[in-house]
């Protein structure tokens, strides 16, 4: 959760050269009812990736009027067969509503044990602070997804590309004797990912 505010609202000025926990407020003098509404959400995000799925976010960067509010959402879309690859948000705990389709949910715990639903529309699951999760379409339709989050700004870490495609990348040895395989197993697994 991120710390509570100290004034009604501060609308990001993400332009600001001044660096702060968060965004500086822009002056509520130039606030206006547009910082507070965010259409983003309301298109299907394209899921013709690798991962046949599109998360879109609206969080304090793309919704500035979120600043030091500490909630944030993102659309969810995966085709058919696609996945919102494993992942962790450093920063919120998740809550996921599905809207359209049948979706596989789940998460693992630090003491690695999985825990997973298939969500139908109308139905919710909780994925707790920091835990590595993912997405799977295991039906015929597209399905969509709400997810919330109690941090403007949750962040993301993907486990495949944060190992396989990180700038500059990770050592192959090092990942070779992480995952017990030979270096062209883990040159090949970097050829997957652009960096
Ligand atoms: C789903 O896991 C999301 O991060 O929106
Ligand atoms: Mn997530």
């Given amino acids: 959760a991120d710390p509570d505010p100290l004034q009604d609202f501060c609308v990001a000025d993400l332009g600001a050269t001044v660096v702060v926990n968060g965004f500086p407020c822009k002056p509520a003098s130039g606030v206006t009812s547009d910082d ?11 899921t013709s990736n690798i991962f046949g799925s599109n998360v879109t976010n609206a969080n304090v960067l793309s919704f500035p009027g979120l600043n030091t509010l500490g909630v944030s959402m993102n659309r969810v879309d995966v ?15 998740e809550l996921i509503i599905l809207l359209k389709g049948r979706l596989l949910v789940g998460f693992i715990s630090t003491s690695n044990q999985f825990f997973s639903k298939v969500l139908n529309p109308g139905e919710m699951f909780v994925v707790p602070k920091g835990l590595i999760h993912f997405q799977y379409n295991v039906g015929k339709e597209k399905a969509l997804a709400i997810t919330t989050f109690d ?3 949750p962040g993301v870490v993907i486990a495949s590309t944060t190992l396989f495609a990180s700038n500059p990348a990770i050592p192959d040895d090092v990942l070779a004797k992480a995952f017990q395989v030979d270096a062209k197993v883990v ?6 990912f652009e960096r």
């Fill in 187 to 192: 040159a090949l697994i970097k050829s997957k």
């Fill in 36 to 46: 507070f509404f965010f259409a983003g959400l309301s298109r299907e995000g394209n």
């Fill in 151 to 153: 941090s403007q700004l």
């Fill in 79 to 93: 085709a058919p067969g696609g996945t919102n690859p494993p992942h962790s948000h450093p920063r919120a705990t």
